[in-house]
């Protein structure tokens, strides 16, 4: 691992350092007085949608002890690699959002390691991105001030959107 630019640089990933719990309370605690930041919308239809894709995926892929086994389930499911297909050729706004996380992948601020999407685009891979991407959030390490954590949180909620609406909702009955 090498510096550039004062960033670390891994291979060809940069990586941003994740902002001081200092940053993280000061920008969340000000959303919580009722004074949030230009793009604090896509943080909150993010985690809702979050909400109801956790109430999908553990109700429907009960294989396993842990939510990742169920999201991953989840990603496994024909009914979302086909959907993962079919946007990847026929929708930009899909494309443009997996292109956004691939750029750089994501780094878990948990355990400081590099989530990628690879060349191949499985939807496994992004789907493993955009759960690091939620985990940072509700975990500290994403805050509505950064663009980068913007675009990524705005690129995981069209994708979610998107895989989640090739499962029926009368499914989770």
């Known amino acids: 691992m090498s510096k550039d630019n004062g960033r670390d640089r891994d291979d060809d990933v940069v990586t941003e350092p994740f902002p001081s719990t200092a940053k993280v309370m000061e920008e969340w605690l000000r959303v919580a007085d009722g004074n949030p930041p230009e793009h604090m919308d896509e943080f909150f239809r993010f985690m809702s949608l979050w909400v109801a894709f956790n109430a999908y995926y553990t109700t429907q892929y009960t294989r396993g002890r842990n939510e990742w086994s169920q999201i991953k389930a989840f990603a496994e499911d024909q009914r979302t690699i086909d959907r993962h297909a079919l946007a990847m050729k026929a929708d930009a706004r899909y494309h443009a959002a997996v292109r956004a996380i691939a750029e750089r992948g ?64 009368n499914d989770a009955d």
């Open 106 to 169: 994501v780094r878990s601020g948990s355990d400081d390691a590099h989530h990628a999407v690879g060349q191949e685009r499985s939807v496994l891979s992004v789907v493993d991105c955009i759960y690091t991407i939620r985990s940072n959030l509700v975990h500290g390490d994403k805050v509505p001030t950064n663009d980068r954590d913007v675009r990524l949180v705005s690129a995981a909620h069209t994708i979610i959107t998107i895989l989640l609406g090739a499962h029926p909702r």
